[in-house]
């Protein structure tokens, strides 16, 4: 019987790893009263079928098919909702129709950094402040104050006074209101210890919009570069192939919890280079995503001066600088380490990324974010301006909400304490969670896991069984993807393989958020091991005395691979597998 | 290293070429003045609350409660909100798990995309499919999505209508497509001309372009024509004959003012067609809740809605939404409550049936003023706006003014808007930034000041443009 199950199990995973496409939406039909009428004009339609037939495009395929889009669309990989979370949700109706059909009782999405559908709750004084400006009227009612701490109302105000006739409604400066964009810019003073100007911030419909525009800013052709971590988050190259851009890696270091080090940036931007590519920018994600390492202060200053030295645009992804989980580690900003080397404005173009989506706020639907620019010419930010300027504006409740977190309550504030418990009550839940994760994952057979010092996600590798690498082969899938359709299945628990992110050739990893509430952890962690253990156990190699050393051995030989496979990684394209992650 | 990473010289070609006017010369000049403390009138921009329209009351407070749902636990929440508004609120908190501060679906949440397809079942009496509905930031993101999904190469072009919104030449310059003009005729009140339209599209393919889509904006922005039924049938019998995909611009499907044209969807035109027609022009419609008598530009919500799309491609077209993560979440929930406002017997119901009906009716008096301002104008000839919220009038400015301007190295329609801004404190955008035949001269105002600024903005503008008349008068009249 419990044969039968595995097998079963087996043909499951591989037929859902052979469905290389989500089942396609139904086409509605056209109604079935416009096709027995007959068309008003016979004769007209008649006239224009045969024109159409005689006409040289009527053999062409209809103008929008996937023979006829832009092929930098095709190319491009994003898999947000790839096949291991579309498995899931197909799984998740067949638990809402059949309960018992399945050996858990709830899917996990443990795949996406997305707080609030995990269950965290809001800060209070936000959503009051929010709620407030958007229906303004409330502001003029003596029974408002039964409902909203004071606090929220006097800063409501204060937001609204900043806001053109005090109408959130309306289209804003394409770069974001102005007296917001001020308010920012005193928070990132604060922050870093050094001037910063609300004319150098662009108010974005969250990060990713941002991260976009940038790239189509500096790509020209697929001659132009962007130097971009590996293992990364996947927006940078599904933007930088949707622009038409080489994707130029460099490998962070496992080895040294996932160090940067500017000796791999040099050499790939040599090679880079020798293949007839300008490399225009490096981005660095810090902390990391999806490898939840903090740059120390040290390394940035050496990044700092090789972005300098080589005349790059240094792109510095700096979302998660609220979730820092160690003590010996801080944030600190690129800008704040540049000007702390006495560089300004005339030595190194900086764009600084920031979101209302990460931190302890995690407000992701939001849409809020901002970038900062610094160190580019005028003439350069007119033409940001007006990319910009062509959508209009980004949305005010995200902008309102970006000044927000530059600016949350002070000591002395009404809301100062209550805010304060809700903010550290999420931050300390996290890092406690990181921990209990990191520690599980680090307890098992195969694999090893890095500590998430910062960001919201651990990056644990496994270290797999020959025996089920071509168990992956033969189903046709990467071995990670594997592992995580064999995982999602036995336990319902989602995460991200790490080919996803791109990862050293011949290892393995996945990608697994510390969101899920802190109460259901254990739970998550016993029906992981669980997992794992029968899954080492039906995949073992040989005795199982032998396949512990073979584990062992492939830990320790793990630096040489990476080592050995980098050369082979090509410069452009980017990350073409087919699983992804989402912020 | 003497060249910093990013110098002007280094930035991608496609976006210097990018116009984009209706945040151009004259409105930096209008700020500059607004700056200098002149009290200046916008009117470059769609954006009826910055002019003082007050928001629809039900539809913020079901918002404000969305925003802070704590409230809704809250014993004295019904002191300041409506019965119905707190059980709207929870019916959309119940669609979105993890509330306003979790990422959607990338097309958007099910539920509301479901509002919409029964909104446009309603509207057109043909059942919509919520799967091809997408959710995004305002219509401008929907259209770059499209746009962006379909040019592969300076070889497509895109039949944009002249004049025409600038988005449009402004998205197809940063795809590096190519675009390709039609003239609406302005003599038979903007319509659309398709001997005129063969004529570019035979020009265009002579030059090796394939034309992939056509943009039609109904009703039209900056040219206020509502498109008749049978307009749009030929414009549909076109796009099948030449095998274009049709991007409809409806977001100003609220807004019309005269009752021989109401607004009439593409998609039902092109279901009354029946036939082979019906089942393969593949049309894509987009909606927003920036216009209409909502006016919530600064929400950024909006939809599109594919027809006769391939799955395949929907797909592609998923993924293209999939990177920016979502679009945000309260301007979604607007986009639901947009399609399904309050019903008459609920309690909201009849204030927010005065609300619009009261910001609808002021609209259409305003267009009338404004058509009846210009026309009394010398040398002004103004077409009456039927739809949207734009006045486009003609100006026939004399040669001497034509020449003065060319001596100040400039257009003569920004020549003649910039002294306008000057006199009158009246920002517009002048026809240039929207594409016009050669040799005529237009500007655009909305219709958007207050009404009751409206008789005094008319007068001075008179006063401005008489004068202008005047001092610059043909030669042979001196």
């Known amino acids: 019987m419990r044969r039968f199950l595995t097998d079963r199990a087996r043909r499951a995973v591989a037929a859902s790893l052979r469905a290389a496409t989500r089942p396609a939406p139904p086409c509605p039909a056209a109604p079935a009263r416009a096709l027995s009428r007959p068309s008003p004009s ?75 559908s995990l269950g965290q709750q809001p800060v209070t004084f936000f959503r009051e402040v929010l709620s407030l400006c958007d229906h303004p009227a409330l502001l003029d009612k003596s029974e408002t104050h039964a409902l909203y701490s004071s606090d929220a109302i006097e800063r409501a105000w204060q937001i609204l006074d900043k806001i053109p006739g005090r109408a959130t409604g309306a289209y804003s400066h394409s770069q974001g209101i102005k007296g917001l964009r001020d308010e920012i810019a005193a928070g990132i003073a604060a922050r870093d210890g050094f001037h910063a100007s609300g004319d ?128 010996d580690k801080k944030f600190h900003s690129f800008k704040k380490i540049a000007r702390s080397m006495g560089y300004t404005d005339d030595d190194l173009p900086l764009v600084s990324f920031q979101s209302v989506s990460k931190g302890y706020h995690g407000e992701c639907g939001k849409r809020g974010g901002y970038m900062e620019v610094t160190g580019f010419n005028a003439d350069v930010r007119e033409q940001i301006y007006k990319v910009a300027s062509v959508n ?133 962690i016993s029906r992981f091991k669980e997992f794992h253990e029968k899954f080492m156990d039906e995949y073992r190699d040989g005795s199982s005395t032998s396949s512990k050393t073979e584990s062992v051995e492939d830990k320790t030989g793990s630096g040489g691979d990476k080592t050995a496979g980098s050369g082979d990684k090509t410069v452009s394209g980017g990350d073409k597998t087919e699983s992804g992650g989402d912020k | 290293m003497g060249r910093k990473g990013l110098d002007y010289e280094d930035l991608n070609e496609n976006v210097k070429k990018v116009q984009y006017a209706v945040r151009g010369e004259l409105y930096l000049r209008a700020s500059e003045l607004q700056k200098e403390g002149k009290r200046i009138i916008f009117t470059n921009v769609g954006n009826p609350h910055a002019l003082g329209q007050k928001p629809l009351t039900f539809p913020r407070q079901v918002v404000a409660l969305c925003q802070a749902p704590f409230l809704l636990d809250d014993p004295n929440v019904g002191l300041i909100f409506p019965a119905d508004a707190i059980a709207r609120a929870k019916h959309y908190l119940a669609m979105a798990p993890g509330g306003l501060g979790a990422y959607s679906d990338s097309r958007g949440i099910p539920g509301v995309r479901k509002e919409v397809a029964e909104f446009i079942q309603r509207r057109d009496g043909y059942p919509s499919d919520p799967e091809l509905i997408y959710l995004t930031d ?79 904006i109904n009703p039209g922005n900056p040219t206020g024509q509502c498109l008749s039924e049978a307009n749009l049938k030929e414009i549909l019998n076109f796009c099948y004959q030449e095998n274009l995909v049709l991007l409809a ?84 929930i607007f986009m639901g ?13 009849p204030k927010f049936a005065t609300e619009s009906k009261s910001i609808l009716d002021s609209l259409r008096r305003r267009a009338q003023i404004m058509t009846d301002g210009f026309n009394s104008c010398r040398n002004v000839v103004c077409n009456f706006t039927e739809g949207a919220m734009y006045s486009f009038p003609q100006i026939r400015l004399p040669q001497r003014a034509m020449d003065t301007a060319r001596s100040a190295g400039k257009e003569p329609d920004v020549f003649y808007c910039l002294k306008l801004l000057e006199a009158t404190g009246i920002s517009t955008v002048p026809g240039s930034g929207f594409g016009q035949k050669e040799g005529v001269f237009h500007l655009r105002t909305t219709i958007l000041p207050a009404e009751e600024d409206m008789p005094a903005i008319m007068s001075s503008f008179k006063k401005f443009n008489d004068s202008f008349m005047e001092q610059y008068q043909d030669y042979s009249k001196l």
Not at chain 1, 220 to 235: A, F, V
């Open chain 1, 42 to 116: 016979p004769a007209s339609a008649m006239a224009s079928y045969m024109a159409r037939a005689m006409s040289t495009s009527a053999a062409a395929a209809p103008p929008v098919s996937l023979d006829t889009i832009n092929p930098k669309v095709l190319e491009f990989k994003y898999a947000v909702r790839g096949e291991i979370v579309t498995h899931a949700q197909n799984l998740e109706e067949e638990l809402h129709k059949n309960p018992e059909s399945l050996p858990f009782d709830e899917i996990l999405y443990c795949n996406i950094g997305n707080p609030h």
């Open chain 1, 200 to 327: 150098n911030i662009f108010l974005t419909d969250g990060a990713s919009p941002a991260v976009h525009m940038m790239m189509q800013l500096l790509i020209r052709s697929e001659k132009d570069g962007i130097l971009c971590p590996l293992p990364q988050y996947p927006l940078y190259s599904a933007s930088i192939t949707l622009h038409g851009g080489s994707f130029v890696p460099y490998y962070l270091d496992e080895e040294t919890g996932w160090g940067l080090e500017v000796d791999e940036l040099k050499k790939q931007l040599d090679e880079a280079r020798s293949k007839g590519i300008t490399v225009r920018a490096l981005v660095v994600i810090n902390p990391g995503n999806p490898t939840g390492q903090v740059l120390a202060e040290e390394n940035q200053k050496k990044i700092v001066e090789f972005c300098k030295n080589e005349g790059l645009v240094l792109l510095a992804d700096e979302v998660y600088q609220e979730n820092i989980y160690v003590e």
């Open chain 1, 392 to 524: 209009l504006c980004s949305n005010v409740s995200g902008q309102i909400l970006s000044s927000l977190i530059m600016n949350p309550p002070k000591a002395g504030d009404e809301s100062y304490e209550s805010f304060m418990v809700e903010r550290d009550g999420i931050l300390s839940s996290l890092a406690r969670r990181a921990k209990a994760l990191e520690e599980a994952f680090n307890s098992l057979e195969g694999i090893t896991c890095n500590k998430a010092e910062g960001a919201m996600y651990l990056f644990p590798r496994l270290h797999l069984p020959q025996k089920a690498i071509g168990a992956a082969q033969a189903a046709g899938a990467a071995p990670d993807a594997y592992y995580a359709l064999r995982l999602l299945q036995a336990t319902g628990i989602v995460v991200v393989p790490g080919s996803g992110f791109g990862q050293a050739p011949g290892t393995y990893h996945f990608r697994c958020t510390i969101l899920p509430q802190e109460d259901k952890i254990p739970a998550i």
């Open chain 2, 138 to 216: 305002g219509a401008s993101k929907g259209v770059m999505q499209m746009l962006n999904a379909i040019i592969r190469n300076g070889r497509d072009g895109i039949l944009v209508p002249v004049p025409q919104y600038p988005l449009y030449s402004a998205a197809i310059s940063l795809f590096g497509g190519s675009l390709v003009p039609y003239y609406l005729d302005e003599e038979a009140n903007w319509g659309l001309d398709l001997v005129n339209t063969r004529q570019s599209v035979a020009a265009a393919r002579s030059n090796g372009i394939t034309i992939r889509a056509m943009v039609i």
């Open chain 2, 249 to 332: 611009d409806e977001v100003y499907q609220q807004n019309v003012y005269q009752d021989e044209r109401p607004f009439i969807s593409s998609r039902k035109v092109l279901f009354d067609m029946g036939g082979p027609i019906s089942r393969e022009v593949q049309l894509v419609s987009f909606h927003t809740v920036s216009k209409g008598y909502w006016g919530e530009c600064g929400q950024r919500g909006g939809y599109f809605e594919m027809t006769n799309i391939p799955p395949k491609t929907v797909d592609e077209i998923y993924k293209v939404a999939s990177i920016a993560l979502s679009p945000n979440v309260p301007g979604q």
């Open chain 2, 337 to 349: 409550l947009m399609m399904s406002p309050p019903k008459p017997g609920d309690i909201s119901y």
